[in-house]
Structure formats: structure tokens, C-alpha cells
């Protein structure tokens, strides 16, 4: 089945500067990769995804780009403020709506 | 997207016994998961709750551990049977709304086993 990794397991940025964490999938076949964020006791929480058609994705301060040729893609965070401290994670699915998560990736936003 | 609730949000069972956790959604969709993720790990997927036939579970996960149902389109259960401390975990139903693939999650039931 589909293998998920994600680098780093953790992540420290100073508040303002961007944070960036990349997820690498096994199955050429995938086609959809959402990143969800964590909060600590919270429900994960969809917070940008992006299909095989495309190549980037934009929204706000978050953005993913996709790398089909090597199989990987990267969340994206730009001017980081306290409350993008979380644990994000990657996933993957070849369209059969099963989706295949990552380790997740603890970021930590120094204030 | 959808609104999503489980009940309980968090129980304390003693081993052998079992929980039934139910999943309830605003609105009607084709898809509802069932996930569990253990204290500081990732979330792996029990199974798909089909409605009007059985669940489809992944490599690991069988029906007599973990039965679920799913009556109509908004509502599902996952039952934890004969719980051991090893099934002290968070369980969380997500449904899949919209575009394909797209899933919301709901908040989790915190499951201890003693």
C-alpha cells in the first residue's frame, strides 16, 4: 500500500519567518494530498490540499506545491505567527478516498 | 463543510467490556470513516462505514474487534469489543464531503482501558 514520510519530525521557527515540510509518497498512482494540522486535544483539521492536475496551491500564508516526477510535495507557511504551532500532517489517496497519513511534523513558532 | 460529532468525548472502561462510539453528521454524505491515533502518533484508518452493507476494513482491523454500523447517510458506530488496555487510544470518524477524497474529521472519542 501507500508509505507516507515526512521530514522533519520537528520543526522550530522564529515567529515571522517561514516554515516549510515536506512529505514523500511511494504510489505514482496517488492523486490527492491533503495536509491536515493538529492542535494538542483537538480533531485534525483540513487546512489546504491539491490534486495531481496541478502543480501549486495558495491560501493566504499556507501554500502546497507537488512534484509528481519525485513523488513529493511540500507545505508551505509563510510569516509564521504563534498559532501555527501544531503537529501538521501529509496524507495520500489514489482517488479510492482511503487516505495513507504521514508521521506528522511538530511545529514550533518561537514568539 | 459538514458538522461532525462523536459521543462519547471520553470514557474510562474496564477491560473486557466494550464501547460503542457514535458518529453523527449535519448533513448526508456518501463516505464516513473510521480512524484510530494513538497518544503522540499518527492516524491509521479501522475501516470505511458503508451504508446498507458491511464495512470494508483495513490490513489489521477485523469486524469481531471492531464492529460498526452505518444506518443511513448522516450517522455511524464504531463498537470497540472486549477492550484491553492496548485499545486506550483517541477514535475519530471523518466523513468525506464535496470533492473526492476531501474528509472532515470529527473531535475524537479519548478511549482508556484499565
Known amino acids: 500500500g501507500e508509505n507516507v514520510e515526512q521530514h522533519p519530525s520537528t520543526l522550530s521557527v522564529q515567529e515571522g519567518d517561514s516554515a516549510v515540510i515536506k512529505c514523500t509518497y511511494s504510489d505514482s498512482a496517488s492523486n490527492y494530498f491533503p495536509w491536515y494540522k493538529q492542535e494538542l486535544g483537538k480533531r485534525p483539521q483540513l487546512i489546504i490540499d491539491i490534486r495531481s492536475n496541478v502543480g501549486e496551491k495558495k491560501d493566504q500564508r499556507i501554500a502546497v506545491t507537488l512534484n509528481k516526477t519525485a513523488k513529493h510535495f511540500s507545505l508551505h507557511i509563510t510569516e509564521t505567527q504563534p498559532e501555527d504551532s501544531a503537529v501538521y500532517f501529509c496524507?495520500?489517496?489514489?482517488?479510492?478516498?482511503?487516505?495513507?497519513f504521514g508521521k506528522g511534523n511538530q511545529v514550533v513558532v518561537i514568539p | 463543510s459538514a458538522v461532525i460529532s462523536q459521543k462519547p468525548s471520553r470514557d474510562i472502561c474496564q477491560r473486557g467490556t466494550s464501547l460503542t462510539i457514535q458518529c453523527q453528521v449535519d448533513s448526508q454524505v456518501t463516505m464516513m470513516f473510521w480512524y484510530r491515533q494513538q497518544p503522540g502518533q499518527s492516524l491509521t484508518l479501522i475501516a470505511t462505514?458503508?451504508?446498507?452493507?458491511?464495512?470494508?476494513?483495513e490490513s489489521g482491523f477485523v469486524i469481531d474487534k471492531f464492529p460498526i454500523s452505518r444506518p443511513n447517510l448522516t450517522f455511524s458506530t464504531l463498537t470497540v469489543s472486549n477492550m484491553s488496555p492496548e485499545d486506550s487510544s483517541i477514535y475519530l470518524c471523518s466523513a468525506g464531503t464535496g470533492a473526492a477524497d476531501t474528509q472532515y474529521f470529527g473531535p475524537g472519542t479519548r478511549l482508556t482501558v484499565l
Open positions: 462505514a458503508n451504508q446498507g452493507s458491511e464495512a470494508t476494513y
Open positions: 496524507a495520500a489517496s489514489k482517488g479510492n478516498n482511503r487516505l495513507a
